[in-house]
């Protein structure tokens, strides 16, 4: 019964510690250097495949790796890899199926957190490019009102600073 709870625990916490390393990368390398896979995320398109879902690829790869010298001896890997294959699952169900509706049927929320993942990921969306979004978490989503005022700030920053470059001469 103890391994079956160890094993458990490391799972779940690996999920969570995979929301917080999911938020650092796609904030700093999805939204940095990573922006060309990235991009095409943010762009429209109709293909089935976007590149940005490379990223799903290599985090994969990585928790294939995991499970793989987990069952070569370095017991704990194996569950993490597990972890990050439910995170990856919980990443597919939640951001590709019902945010972006990459599935062949359409689901919109109505209410609960669900509504408040899929708004949240929406005001990620809503500005042009990489610079000024908001909301880099896929299964955690701030309280809306907080995402819009935060939203509206960088907004307003923007404007300011580029009004100001543009019109003093240099």
Known sequence: MMPFLVNSL????????????????????????????????????????????????VFAAISIALIYFGTRGVWPLTWIGVGMAVYGLLYFIVHDG????????????????????YQAHMLHHAVEGREGCVSFGFLYAPPVPRL???????????????????????
């Open 148 to 170: 819009k005022a935060e939203l509206g700030r960088k907004q307003t920053l923007s404007k300011r600073g580029a009004s100001e470059s543009g019109s003093s001469p240099r």
């Open 10 to 57: 490391i799972v779940v916490l690996t999920v969570i510690g995979m929301e917080i390393v999911a938020v650092l990368v796609h904030r700093y390398i999805m939204h940095g250097w990573g922006w060309g896979w990235h991009r095409s995320h943010h762009e429209p398109h109709d293909d089935v495949f976007e590149r940005n879902d490379l990223y799903a690829v």
């Open 98 to 117: 019902l945010v972006h509706q990459r599935w062949p049927f359409r689901y919109l929320p109505r209410r609960g957190y669900a509504k408040r993942l």
